[in-house]
């Protein structure tokens, strides 16, 4: 147990060295780190909202609002299927209690094709080599003798619901980089649930208003034969408009005045699906914010149509159905870009080229728990953590010295560089530092010396057995390797349960903790042996002063 080839001396070294380098940028602050030289390690640890403050969302998804936009597309898929394949039709409609569509056949004699033909609508939901086929995410059957109802299955809403989540995370994270915050919290909780903390953001009430926000951009006409006042008192839509209200009283308007109403055309002409870019930017006439954007080639083709062929009327762009802008087209616009104005400030035309950017939520969300967490409460947290750990520190490395002399001062060295490769893993994983995590490396600043106890006193009973010093420490290390590894499994048994089974802090407190009893292991049976050995070769004692 106390022969090192030489290859493995290397690649201890190695690691303690490694370890220590990149541990060492978590002792300077950021900006002293962004001014080293690029070969040097630049990872540091980041903290977690209980140490440096943030926000703590917790969003809902509006199922319904999902089921809505589903049936309306299913609904859509039958009127072109049925079209397409000239089968007449009448009494399309949709039941949200019932998730389903249905239609009636006019002649009875085509009620087989439009079986075939719907059941087409009906897409396999699973598939993969581990789930396996699931079933259909649409249930299409006959209603007696001339009608067909495609109704929505449980398995199709929670694979939709679980896109759906998945869809919201991503669009999420890309409106809250934008913020530039470090390493922000966006994870699924429970079925229809998003969790959203970001540590470090100074302006909630932004965040909110950006991750709030669909995001569902429509370029529809306007329709110049209506008036939009007496349609708004009456409440009197025409077949084939709607009406929509602007965001906001005109510019310069009393304080109370009603948004402006819009009566717009139904059809969506282009869709912010086609939307490849959006930049906040200036007007050059006016010196106004504005945003500019850019289709992509579909887009471009179809929003150059649509203008080409309505030159001289207002076109509308709709925001979450609200009205943000409607200019009149001067002339066509080919190139596939244009710009939005409607007397933005320089933050909300940069707010706005964010959403645009980032894409459409699938359905609304709602904040169903909101906590803030103030800068100085996460100082505060920092600074008991690290009295804890000091103080635990000192203790546990003054219990040693004095237990076992210059055996405890091995230890001791071994528990600081156990120390320092914990934080140098979790600066290399990305890792997230919370308080339950310090609580983590403070139970691991015990658990580390506990291996070098077991090895220590098995050391104490060879010597009393009349074993030379050698013969002692090399059973010493031998007989308590066994002991030492089935303690620390244990341990990492109980510790991937509670990562496994937990979630958020739990599971930043699993993560210290294995890494840091991994450590420890390397270090109390590797590290430690190494100094002991080298010292019995140097100083070949008579007696061991343990």
Same mark, same amino acid.
């Given at each position: 147990?106390?022969?090192?080839?030489?290859?493995?001396?290397?690649?201890?070294?190695?690691?303690?060295?490694?370890?220590?380098?990149?541990?060492?940028?978590?002792?300077?602050?950021?900006?002293?780190?962004?001014?080293?030289?690029?070969?040097?390690?630049?990872?540091?640890?980041?903290?977690?909202?209980?140490?440096?403050?943030?926000?703590?969302?917790?969003?809902?998804?509006?199922?319904?609002?999902?089921?809505?936009?589903?049936?309306?597309?299913?609904?859509?898929?039958?009127?072109?299927?049925?079209?397409?394949?000239?089968?007449?039709?009448?009494?399309?409609?949709?039941?949200?209690?019932?998730?389903?569509?249905?239609?009636?056949?006019?002649?009875?004699?085509?009620?087989?094709?439009?079986?075939?033909?719907?059941?087409?609508?009906?897409?396999?939901?699973?598939?993969?080599?581990?789930?396996?086929?699931?079933?259909?995410?649409?249930?299409?059957?006959?209603?007696?003798?001339?009608?067909?109802?495609?109704?929505?299955?449980?398995?199709?809403?929670?694979?939709?619901?679980?896109?759906?989540?998945?869809?919201?995370?991503?669009?999420?994270?890309?409106?809250?980089?934008?913020?530039?915050?470090?390493?922000?919290?966006?994870?699924?909780?429970?079925?229809?649930?998003?969790?959203?903390?970001?540590?470090?953001?100074?302006?909630?009430?932004?965040?909110?208003?950006?991750?709030?926000?669909?995001?569902? $951009?429509?370029?529809?006409?306007?329709?110049?034969?209506?008036?939009?006042?007496?349609?708004?008192?009456?409440?009197?839509?025409?077949?084939?408009?709607?009406?929509?209200?602007?965001?906001?009283?005109?510019?310069?308007?009393?304080?109370?005045?009603?948004?402006?109403?819009?009566?717009?055309?139904?059809?969506?002409?282009?869709?912010?699906?086609?939307?490849?870019?959006?930049?906040?930017?200036?007007?050059?006439?006016?010196?106004?914010?504005?945003?500019?954007?850019?289709?992509?080639?579909?887009?471009?083709?179809?929003?150059?149509?649509?203008?080409?062929?309505?030159?001289?009327?207002?076109?509308?762009?709709?925001?979450?159905?609200?009205?943000?802008?409607?200019?009149?087209?001067?002339?066509?616009?080919?190139?596939?870009?244009?710009? !939005?104005?409607?007397?933005?400030?320089?933050?909300?035309?940069?707010?706005?080229?964010?959403?645009?950017?980032?894409?459409?939520?699938?359905?609304?969300?709602?904040?169903?728990?909101?906590?803030?967490?103030?800068?100085?409460?996460?100082?505060?947290?920092?600074?008991?953590?690290?009295?804890?750990?000091?103080?635990?520190?000192?203790?546990?490395?003054?219990?040693?010295?004095?237990?076992?002399?210059?055996?405890?001062?091995?230890?001791?060295?071994?528990? $600081?560089?156990?120390?320092?490769?914990?934080?140098?893993?979790?600066?290399?994983?990305?890792?997230?530092?919370?308080?339950?995590?310090?609580?983590?490396?403070?139970?691991?600043?015990?658990?580390?010396?506990?291996?070098?106890?077991?090895?220590?006193?098995?050391?104490?009973?060879?010597?009393?057995?009349?074993?030379?010093?050698?013969?002692?420490?090399?059973?010493?290390?031998?007989?308590?390797?066994?002991?030492?590894?089935?303690?620390?499994?244990?341990?990492?048994?109980?510790?991937?349960?509670?990562?496994?089974?937990?979630?958020?802090?739990?599971?930043?407190?699993?993560?210290?903790?294995?890494?840091?009893?991994?450590?420890?292991?390397?270090?109390?049976?590797?590290?430690?042996?190494?100094?002991?050995?080298?010292?019995?070769?140097?100083?070949?004692?008579?007696? !061991?002063?343990?």
């Amino acid at each position: 147990m106390l022969h090192f080839q030489r290859w493995k001396l290397i690649l201890v070294f190695g690691i303690v060295v490694a370890g220590i380098l990149f541990a060492l940028p978590n002792m300077f602050p950021a900006a002293t780190m962004a001014r080293m030289p690029a070969w040097l390690p630049h990872k540091q640890v980041n903290l977690g909202l209980d140490l440096q403050g943030g926000a703590h969302l917790l969003y809902q998804l509006d199922e319904k609002e999902m089921v809505d936009d589903w049936l309306n597309t299913v609904r859509g898929d039958v009127r072109e299927t049925l079209r397409r394949t000239h089968i007449g039709y009448t009494d399309l409609s949709q039941d949200v209690a019932t998730r389903s569509v249905s239609v009636k056949i006019r002649d009875a004699a085509e009620m087989d094709k439009a079986d075939t033909e719907l059941k087409k609508l009906a897409q396999p939901v699973g598939g993969s080599v581990f789930a396996g086929f699931s079933g259909y995410d649409i249930d299409v059957a006959r209603q007696g003798d001339d009608a067909v109802t495609l109704t929505l299955t449980d398995v199709g809403m929670t694979h939709r619901l679980g896109s759906a989540i998945q869809a919201s995370i991503e669009t999420i994270r890309r409106r809250v980089d934008a913020f530039g915050t470090t390493e922000p919290s966006i994870q699924r909780e429970g079925r229809n649930r998003i969790l959203v903390q970001v540590p470090g953001i100074q302006d909630v009430e932004r965040l909110k208003t950006l991750i709030g926000k669909t995001g569902k $951009l429509e370029f529809k006409l306007v329709d110049p034969s209506a008036n939009a006042v007496q349609i708004a008192a009456s409440k009197q839509v025409p077949p084939g408009d709607e009406l929509v209200y602007g965001i906001g009283a005109p510019k310069g308007s009393p304080e109370g005045t009603a948004p402006i109403p819009y009566v717009l055309k139904s059809q969506v002409l282009v869709s912010g699906a086609n939307l490849v870019d959006s930049q906040p930017g200036f007007d050059q006439r006016t010196g106004e914010p504005v945003v500019t954007f850019r289709f992509d080639a579909a887009g471009a083709t179809r929003f150059g149509k649509v203008t080409q062929e309505n030159v001289g009327l207002p076109f509308a762009i709709v925001l979450d159905d609200k009205v943000i802008s409607a200019p009149v087209i001067r002339e066509p616009i080919l190139g596939g870009t244009g710009q !939005i104005s409607g007397n933005f400030t320089v933050a909300q035309a940069n707010d706005l080229a964010v959403l645009l950017r980032s894409g459409a939520l699938p359905a609304k969300l709602t904040v169903i728990e909101e906590r803030t967490v103030g800068a100085s409460l996460g100082a505060d947290s920092i600074a008991s953590g690290k009295k804890a750990a000091l103080m635990g520190l000192a203790l546990v490395m003054i219990f040693m010295l004095v237990g076992y002399g210059l055996f405890g001062l091995f230890a001791n060295l071994a528990l $600081l560089i156990n120390i320092a490769l914990i934080f140098a893993v979790l600066s290399l994983m990305g890792a997230t530092l919370t308080l339950p995590g310090i609580a983590g490396i403070v139970l691991t600043i015990g658990i580390a010396v506990d291996a070098n106890v077991l090895i220590n006193e098995r050391i104490r009973e060879e010597i009393r057995a009349g074993k030379s010093p050698f013969a002692a420490v090399d059973a010493g290390y031998s007989r308590a390797l066994i002991t030492i590894v089935d303690s620390n499994v244990t341990t990492l048994i109980a510790v991937l349960v509670l990562f496994w089974l937990g979630s958020g802090p739990v599971r930043g407190f699993a993560v210290t903790l294995t890494v840091g009893v991994i450590a420890s292991m390397f270090t109390a049976v590797t590290v430690t042996r190494l100094m002991v050995a080298y010292w019995l070769r140097w100083t070949r004692p008579q007696l !061991i002063p343990i």
